[in-house]
């Protein structure tokens, strides 16, 4: 696989060979009954929230630092698929840059980009990829293409986080693993959970997912950097 990140071009070899989830009877209802929790919730944020919380933190976003309001990655989704991943841009603007994780006292990151960041507010582009089939609201963080390659192979359990569609938040996020994964131990917690949320996964957690994650948002998230 071939994905562009950040104008750069990173070649990954992501061969997604990971054992096949049957579909039976069970499933297939279960995944239609989450694609109507997706859709329900996208559908009201984005009338309510939105429609005026786009063009105001953009503005923001403008007038406090150049280049884009918002920042499009190519990051990996269900079955290893690449989609356009949207954000607030958080971070100076600077064509062409090499991935980066971002760092606790990260230099890059605007003034208003460390509240967007802290407050997950950030995220909020990503209901439209929830809209367009890319994302769930619930599921695994997709990660951008590099940090994918570093751990696609070598780590056990990695790639099967994607047989779900990535999620907005995830049962990782919402417990505190999130921020940068600068130790391993750290991406093999995440992975945990991911798979324990993949396995577990009902309408009922989502919801409690996304009550943690609010919740989260408005006490600071303290790994969010």
Known sequence: MQASTD??????????DGEARPYTTKRI????????????????????VLIWLIPLLA???????PGPAIFV????????????CL?????????????????????????????????????MPQFLNVLAGHMSIVGPRPHPIPLDAKHW??????????????????LAQARGARG??????????????????INRQSTRLDAKICWWTVKAAINGNKNAW
Do not use: C, W
């Not at 841009?89 to 802290?118: C, H, P, S, V, W």
């Not at 192979?153 to 995830?170: A, D, F, L, N, Q």
């Open 153 to 170: 192979h070598t780590m056990p359990g990695y790639k099967e986080r994607y047989s779900v569609r990535p999620g907005i938040t995830g």
């Open 59 to 65: 503005l923001l976003i403008k007038l406090t630092s």
């Open 180 to 197: 940068e994964t600068s130790e391993l131990y750290k991406m093999k917690v995440r992975v945990r959970y991911d798979h324990l949320y």
């Open 73 to 84: 990655q190519s990051r990996t989704g269900r079955n290893g698929k690449v989609f356009p």
């Open 29 to 48: 209802l279960q995944g239609l009954k989450k694609r109507g929790f997706d859709l329900f919730v996208a559908s009201i944020v984005l009338v309510s």
């Open 7 to 16: 104008g750069k071009t990173f070649h990954v070899y992501l061969s997604y």
């Open 87 to 123: 954000k607030f841009r958080t971070m100076a603007y600077e064509q062409n840059a090499q991935f980066k994780q971002a760092t606790r006292d990260d230099m890059r990151i605007t003034r208003i980009g460390r509240f967007l960041r802290r407050t997950n507010l950030d995220e």
